[in-house]
């Protein structure tokens, strides 16, 4: 019996080596998932950090098999391999968030964000 796939969306951003961080990350997720399918990336101006350097953003679109919570566990993990920390230094070398799983919407507030609207437009 075939599992069930579930519809995804993942937001991508880094504000240290950006581009090199997103490649290792769309790496790791086409391993991850399948039917995936990732928008451009785009900078824009970081908000609420202590570092001035311009985010890189990019939506990935997949199905899993994984529920919601695994999946977000996993992108967690995929974080911190990729150097990930929660310091109070405000690099962030990587962040993955779970922003729609099939009809379920999570961090509401980024999808407030011109660069989501922007690139939803995409998938």
Request: charged share 25%; hydrophobic share 35%.
């Amino acid at each position: 019996m075939a599992q069930k796939l579930h519809h995804i969306i993942i937001s991508l951003a880094s504000n240290y080596n950006q581009e090199a961080n997103l490649e290792a990350a769309r790496t790791q997720l086409t391993q991850l998932l399948t039917e995936v399918h990732f928008t451009s990336a785009i900078y824009t101006e970081p908000i609420n950090s202590l570092r001035s350097e311009p985010y890189l953003n990019q939506l990935c679109e997949g199905t899993t098999a994984f529920g919601p919570e695994l999946l977000s566990e996993v992108l967690k993990e995929t974080e911190k391999r990729q150097g990930r920390t929660h310091n109070e230094d405000g690099i962030v070398t990587l962040d993955l968030d779970l922003l729609q799983y099939d009809d379920q919407r999570f961090h509401h507030r980024d999808w407030e964000r011109s660069y989501v609207k922007d690139l939803i437009n995409e998938l």
